[in-house]
């Protein structure tokens, strides 16, 4: 088919009813639509905040161990039991400083 600019158009026109009815349901899901990208967007925006909070402000056991003037294997060990909280494989553990906040709060 050619349309009037006398291109191609491979487009299939479709004749629907515009009722009252038809135009109200479009508005519903185009603001259903709307809201469920603008939730989408929201969340994905409080999600990097909280991420680039997190990865700003981190702390190895070793930097708590100075900090509190206790063994790097204390802090290991608190660790392990769940008194500080730490995010992290193996001995490479990183601790938040709202875990770090809250393990002084607990422990001192």
Do not use: W
């Amino acid at each position: 088919m050619e349309n009037p600019t006398g291109q191609n158009d491979n487009s299939i026109d479709i004749k629907l009813p515009m009722t009252g009815k038809f135009y109200e349901q479009i508005a519903q899901e185009l603001i259903r639509t709307s809201k469920k990208n603008f939730i989408k967007k929201i969340t994905e925006k409080a999600i990097e905040i909280k991420k680039a909070e997190i990865l700003a402000t981190v702390y190895t056991p070793q930097e708590i161990a100075k900090n509190t003037k206790l063994s790097t294997q204390t802090i290991h060990k608190h660790i392990e039991k769940g008194y500080l909280k730490a995010f992290g494989p193996g001995r490479q553990k990183r601790i938040t400083a709202e875990a770090y906040q809250e393990y002084i709060n607990n422990r001192f």
